[in-house]
T-cell receptor
Framework: DGGITQSPKYLFRKEGQNVTLSCEQN?????MYWYRQDPGQGLRLIYY???????QKGDIAEGYSVSREKKESFPLTVTSAQKNPTAFYLC???????????FGDGTRLSIL | AQTVTQSQPEMSVQEAETVTLSCTYD???????LFWYKQPPSRQMILVIR??????QNATENRFSVNFQKAAKSFSLKISDSQLGDTAMYFC?????????????FGQGTTLQVKP
């Protein structure tokens, strides 16, 4: 079945450590997105990519980095510069313009 | 800049009854799309319904329908015959039609509890 796979489901970060969240899709979607969700709040856009080897900052990109070397993959790195990384992270993708985004099951990141 | 506002943080409804969730948005664009997403306790985001701004007819999907008032910039979601499985957080989202980035702007969400 086609879908978006995020891993791991739970992740813990130590102080000063970079961690990478995986997002893989087999839907042949061109565009991919990373969102952050804090408790009781809506989603905020971190980064997005519309084609391979290209990506743009969203509203809260500071302390995060991404890459898009393959169409299927859009990993998110939470760097040590992100001082408040504890949140739920959702990856999404969409096929073409004006199509709704489909979401993965998310990764919960916590600080040790 | 576009904004989306959901003014009801929490709502509850009895099973089999009807409930309406409110959403207002602000934009100067004329071409855009609106969505309602559902996030159950499993945290997965599920698309419930979508509405194209250029369509006057309100979208419906089984027990879910919207009341789209373009002039008032209002986009409410009506859930009929509420079921226990409808218990979730519901998010209203906006996407500009003139841009092909597909960026979604989300409201703060409404937590809906369906009571037996």
């Amino acid at each position: 079945d086609g879908g978006i796979t995020q891993s791991p489901k739970y992740l813990f970060r130590k102080e000063g450590q970079n961690v990478t969240l995986s997002c893989e899709q087999n839907l042949n979607h061109d565009a991919m997105y990373w969102y952050r969700q804090d408790p009781g709040q809506g989603l905020r856009l971190i980064y997005y990519s519309q084609i391979v080897n290209d990506f743009q900052k969203g509203d809260i990109a500071e302390g995060y980095s991404v890459s898009r070397e393959k169409k299927e993959s859009f990993p998110l790195t939470v760097t040590s510069a992100q001082k408040n990384p504890t949140a739920f992270y959702l990856c999404a993708s969409r096929r073409t313009e004006y199509q709704p985004q489909h979401f993965g099951d998310g990764t919960r990141l916590s600080i040790l | 800049a576009q904004t989306v506002t959901q003014s009801q943080p929490e709502m509850s409804v009895q099973e089999a009854e009807t409930v309406t969730l409110s959403c207002t948005y602000d934009t100067s664009e004329n071409n855009y799309y609106l969505f309602w997403y559902k996030q159950p306790p499993s945290r997965q985001m599920i698309l419930v319904i979508r509405q194209e701004a250029y369509k006057q007819q309100n979208a419906t999907e089984n027990r879910f329908s919207v009341n789209f008032q373009k002039a008032a910039k209002s986009f409410s979601l009506k859930i009929s015959d509420s079921q226990l499985g409808d218990t979730a957080m519901y998010f209203c989202a906006f996407m500009m039609g003139s841009s092909n980035t597909g960026k979604l702007i989300f409201g703060q969400g409404t937590t809906l509890q369906v009571k037996p």
